[in-house]
T-cell receptor, first 114, second 117 residues
Framework: ETGVTQSPTHLIKTRGQQVTLRCSSQSGHNTVSWYQQALGQGPQFIFQYYREEENGRGNFPPRFSGLQFPNYSSELNVNALELDDSALYLC?????????????FGSGTRLTVV | AQSVTQLGSHVSVSEGALVLLRCNYS??????LFWYVQYPNQGLQLLLKYTSAATLVKGINGFEAEFKKSETSFHLTKPSAHMSDAAEYFC???????????????FGKGTLLTVNP
């Protein structure tokens, strides 16, 4: 079975720009979550999508938005980038929205805002 | 609401020595608990999980963890450290998030394990 794949792996953007990060979930998984991991910190929950609908959100402003597609892949969009948005963005998929089976993480997208 | 505290941001052991990484959690409902490992410039790999079955959980690469409800702990152990175990380890609890029916993961700040030859 294929795992979670994220693209791109690295990205450099200028403050104020917009960015889109992509994630393909593991085969058979219908739930996708996004996390932000700042340097030296644990991942922080941004939001989760279950069957194409947002199913919970962490403490992130509305300029962080997302989508989930019928094939359960997902996008994370960030508008009006700020320097503090520089982080590793991780996508995780699971076969249920309770995570009983565990979450499979991708390798992440390293975003640098300059 | 749930939270995770990992005691010790950095643990150093000798090759062949016991590895003990500490994790305490807070959760208002019976938790699902996880340990993940992260190698440099990579994502998170699941080591093991507790989902209310056996309290002693065995994972990959010789790691295991014991769920102790009375102590609200889920410490990670490995009898004999190997050089390849050097990485960052994250404990996480899964509990109901706000604004939806999702069960989000709440992570600790991580423990960096170094293994000395």
């Amino acid at each position: 079975e294929t795992g979670v794949t994220q693209s791109p792996t690295h990205l450099i953007k200028t403050r104020g720009q917009q960015v889109t990060l992509r994630c393909s979930s593991q085969s058979g998984h219908n739930t996708v979550s996004w996390y932000q991991q700042a340097l030296g910190q644990g991942p922080q929950f941004i939001f989760q999508y279950y069957r194409e609908e947002e199913n919970g959100r962490g403490n992130f402003p509305p300029r962080f938005s997302g989508l989930q597609f019928p094939n359960y892949s997902s996008e994370l969009n960030v508008n009006a980038l700020e320097l503090d948005d520089s982080a590793l963005y991780l996508c995780a998929s699971s076969g249920d929205n309770r995570g009983v089976g565990g979450y499979t993480f991708g390798s992440g997208t390293r975003l640098t805002v300059v | 609401a749930q939270s995770v505290t990992q005691l010790g941001s950095h643990v150093s052991v000798s090759e062949g020595a016991l590895v003990l990484l500490r994790c305490n959690y807070s959760s208002s409902v019976p938790p699902y608990l996880f340990w993940y490992v992260q190698y440099p410039n990579q994502g998170l790999q699941l080591l093991l999980k507790y989902t209310s079955a056996a309290t002693l959980v065995k994972g990959i690469n010789g790691f295991e963890a014991e769920f102790k409800k009375s102590e609200t702990s889920f410490h990670l152990t490995k009898p004999s450290a190997h050089m390849s175990d050097a990485a960052e380890y994250f404990c996480a609890v899964s509990g109901k998030g706000s604004g939806g029916s999702n069960y989000k993961l709440t992570f600790g700040k991580g423990t960096l394990l170094t293994v000395n030859p």
